[in-house]
């Protein structure tokens, strides 16, 4: 499955924005589908993820953002309010058969949309 994100842009600090991720070809179907964000000279870090074992979220951004899918099982979705702009970042989404230990891991995953980027500007 290839995966496409969208819905990046620039906002400002309290704003909202909502991301996307469209799979091209297939379902997710059970498998674990995430968010991961990536700024500029930092690693790549976990934002949130929905699998078979439940719903998670990185801790700099619980309660103010919400993954979420599609009824039709092919787009994952990524609610960000409150923003901040520590929240600047390229966001991608990600998919994979990933075992539990992994769900907030990079390695966990084996399929990667090519990001959107989120600019929060204060």
């Known amino acids: 499955v290839q995966l496409q994100a969208s819905g990046g842009g620039l906002v400002s600090a309290g704003g909202s924005l909502r991301l996307s991720c469209a799979a091209s070809?297939?379902?997710?179907?059970?498998?674990?589908t995430a968010w991961f964000r990536q700024a500029p000279g930092k690693e790549r870090e976990f934002v949130a993820v929905?699998?078979?074992?439940?719903?998670y979220y990185g801790d700099s951004v619980r309660g103010r953002f919400f993954i979420s899918r599609g009824n039709a099982g092919s787009t994952l979705y990524l609610q960000m309010d409150s923003l901040k702009p520590e929240d600047t970042a390229v966001y991608l989404c990600?998919?994979?058969?990933?075992?539990?230990?992994?769900?907030?891991?990079?390695?966990?995953?084996?399929?990667w949309g090519q990001g959107t980027l989120v600019t929060v500007s204060s």
């Open positions: 990600a998919t994979g058969n990933t075992i539990y230990s992994a769900l907030k891991d990079v390695e966990g995953y084996t399929q």
């Open positions: 070809g297939r379902t997710f179907g059970n498998k674990a």
């Open positions: 929905i699998s078979r074992h439940g719903t």
